[in-house]
Every structure is written in C-alpha cells, then in structure tokens.
Nanobody, 120 residues
Framework: QVQFVESGGGLVQPGGSLRLSCAASGSIYSVYALAWYRQAPGKQRELVARIARYDTDYADSVKGRFTMSRVNAENTLYLQMNSLKPEDTAVYYC???????????????WGQGTQVTVSS
C-alpha cells in the first residue's frame, strides 16, 4: 500500500505561513479520500483537511486559513497554511481517510510527520 513522507514544517511566527508537502510512494490516483491530520502534545490526532476527488473539507479551527490540494500526477499532497496561530502547533501527518492499516496488524500506518511550531 502507499506510504507517505511529510515535509515542509518549521518554526514560524504567529500570522505567518507554511506550505507542507506529502510525497506518496505510489499512485494516489485511485485513493478516494486523502487527508492531513495533526497531533499536538498531549492531545489526540485530529483530521484538519480532507480531499475526496475534488471536494475539500476542513476542520472549523482551520477553515479559511488552510488549503489542501492533491496533484495526482505528482503523487503529492499539499497543505497551504496561512494566518498561523500558536494553537496550530503540532506534528502534521498525511494519510488516507480512513488511515491505512499496517499490513498484518490492527495498527494505523503513520509516517514520521513534520513538526510545525507557531511561536514568537
């Protein structure tokens, strides 16, 4: 199954922008729904943006600030994050929706993620 590698995170001041990338190890053309997730310290992982074919949905907390896109020809997902807030600080992951299960296990299969820190 497809695996994902996230990149593009970093330290940014409040109000700043970052663009995250997610490179897939194989074709994402046939994957119906893909998503960006994040996990802040001490909190559960949450879905922040989801794209199914050409329809995109966002968590209320990021709506109007984040934009997700998928480029099937590049097997890549992007997350443009604008007007960043300290509460956006988290490790960001990409995956299918629902997340892939590691073969032979009952565990969700996650990559390393990319750290986003919003702080002055």
């Amino acid at each position: 199954q497809v695996q994902f590698v996230e990149s593009g995170g970093g330290l940014v001041q409040p109000g700043g922008s970052l663009r995250l990338s997610c490179a897939a190890s194989g074709s994402i053309y046939s994957v119906y729904a893909l998503a960006w997730y994040r996990q802040a310290p001490g909190k559960q992982r949450e879905l922040v943006a989801r794209i199914a074919r050409y329809d995109t949905d966002y968590a209320d907390s990021v709506k109007g600030r984040f934009t997700m896109s998928r480029v099937n020809a590049e097997n890549t997902l992007y997350l443009q994050m604008n007007s960043l807030k300290p509460e956006d600080t988290a490790v960001y992951y990409c995956n299918a929706d629902p997340p892939y299960i590691r073969p032979g296990t009952a565990d969700e299969d996650w990559g390393q993620g990319t750290q986003v820190t919003v702080s002055s």
